[in-house]
Nanobody, 129 residues
């Protein structure tokens, strides 16, 4: 059974940083992807970033490029999203998600923010101005 647990949200001032963690279990074979989606009140859910298990290919939505970094600690089965230079528009519930189609899931996130198959609970990120 695939499980994902997200940690690390909080309240921070603009320009500050947070690190989100996604502890994963249940992915055993093949290429899979772990990513972060977010949804702000009144807005559609968007794919923020993603990383594939096979070769570490990453994706970032344009609004976070240069500020966010996604990484994978294989020993801990944990994916991290380091968020620097936070802006008020980053305020949203952030969700950790996984998909066992790997690069295909990354591509679908890139093209259409298509949701993944497996979801963890959300964690609130609030950035004050």
């Amino acid at each position: 059974e695939v499980q994902l647990q997200a940690f690390g949200g909080g309240l921070v001032q603009a320009g500050g940083f947070l690190r989100l963690s996604c502890a994963t279990s249940g992915f055993t074979l093949g290429d899979y992807a772990i990513g972060w989606f977010r949804q702000a009140p009144g807005k559609e859910r968007e794919g923020v970033s993603c990383i594939t298990s096979s070769d570490g290919t990453t994706y970032y939505t344009d609004s976070v490029k240069g500020r966010f970094t996604i990484s994978w600690d294989n020993a801990k089965n944990t994916v991290y999203l380091q968020m620097n230079g936070l802006k008020p528009e980053d305020t949203a519930v952030h969700y950790c998600a996984g998909d066992d189609t790997g690069w295909s899931a990354l591509h679908r996130m890139k093209i259409a923010h298509t949701p993944f198959d497996y979801w963890g609970q959300g964690t609130q990120v609030t950035v004050s101005s």
